[in-house]
């Protein structure tokens, strides 16, 4: 799968917006390939990030692959900003059709050297920015009577991803019960909700945040680590996971809710560890 794949329009009319949109570094991270494979399917898409510079840059490489959408900037730290993005959205387009939550905050190492003020951060990031943006999702939703939230979670929300990671795993853990519990809550109203659980996958984020966990190597060692990790033999890629994601944002997964779609290469029913 590719950036120039052949894409259905399955969100044709539809409207999505997608926080943590953005990428710290060049390529394509997860947010930003879900959000140009909505695009692609025809939706409009709102690229939302802490860093608009981020958005924007995600807003043009959309725009390369002959597809539309708008960079918005919102801290997912700030409660009234989410809930005012997410319903400005819905308000100036009439509806909203997919909101998908993509952001994940933690700090890999021993998790004594975490403290109090960094768990509250990890957990409002991971876990209450996606209450607030799903709860200011659901009334239109409900309004129109359908609707598709999504949030991206991980593997170490599952299991112990084979470095410590204790904050990232327990909130992401958290996030795949909530979305469970919002299926529940509003399927009657015709919304439904998924977590991707995504496992060892090549994007910018990783060189940044998993230095040093993987030994001593560089990068390219850290990569082949990873990879030797997984069955498949490779760490996925950010569009690995937007496939699903779109999968999930149309109707080819109306009776699709309530549970998690793992995204990992089979890492999930292995007991390799990094290298």
């Known amino acids: 799968m590719t950036t120039q794949a052949t894409v259905p329009r399955d969100l044709a009319d539809r409207v999505a917006l997608v926080l943590g949109a953005g990428s710290i570094g060049p390529g394509w991270g997860i947010g930003k390939a879900c959000a140009a494979r909505f695009a692609q399917a025809g939706a409009t898409v709102v690229a939302a990030d802490v860093d608009l ?8 490489e959309i725009e390369s692959l002959g597809a539309q959408a708008e960079a918005l900037s919102v801290d ?10 997410v319903a400005g959205v819905a308000a100036r387009y009439g509806r909203l059709d997919v909101l998908h939550c993509n952001v994940g905050l933690g700090k890999a190492g021993d998790g004594a050297a975490t403290t109090p003020d960094e768990w509250r951060r ?6 209450t ?9 659901l009334p239109p939703m409900r309004r129109q009577g359908s609707g598709v939230l999504l949030a991206t979670s991980s593997i170490a929300g599952l299991r112990y991803p084979g470095y410590q990671h204790l904050a990232y795993g327990a909130t992401k853990a958290g996030l795949n019960h909530l979305m469970r519990l919002l299926a ?9 909700s998924n977590t991707i659980v995504a496992g060892l996958i090549d994007t910018p984020r990783i060189e940044k945040t998993l230095a040093g966990r993987y030994g001593q190597g560089g990068l390219e060692e850290m990569r082949a680590a990873r990879a030797g990790q997984v069955p498949l033999g490779r760490m996925g890629s950010a569009w690995d996971v937007a496939e699903v994601a779109l999968f999930l944002a149309s109707d080819r997964a109306a009776y699709v809710t309530g549970t998690e779609i793992v995204v990992d290469g089979g890492l999930s029913g292995t007991v390799r560890q990094a290298l």
């Not at 981020?54 to 043009?60: I, S």
């Not at 529940?184 to 439904?192: F, Q, T």
């Open 53 to 60: 510079a981020a958005a924007e840059r995600a807003v043009r």
């Open 76 to 85: 997912v730290l700030d409660d009234g900003a989410v809930a005012d993005a």
């Open 122 to 127: 990890f957990s409002d990031a991971n876990l």
């Open 129 to 137: 920015s996606v209450h607030v943006a799903t709860q200011a999702a």
């Open 184 to 192: 529940v809550e509003n399927g009657p109203h015709g919304v439904r």
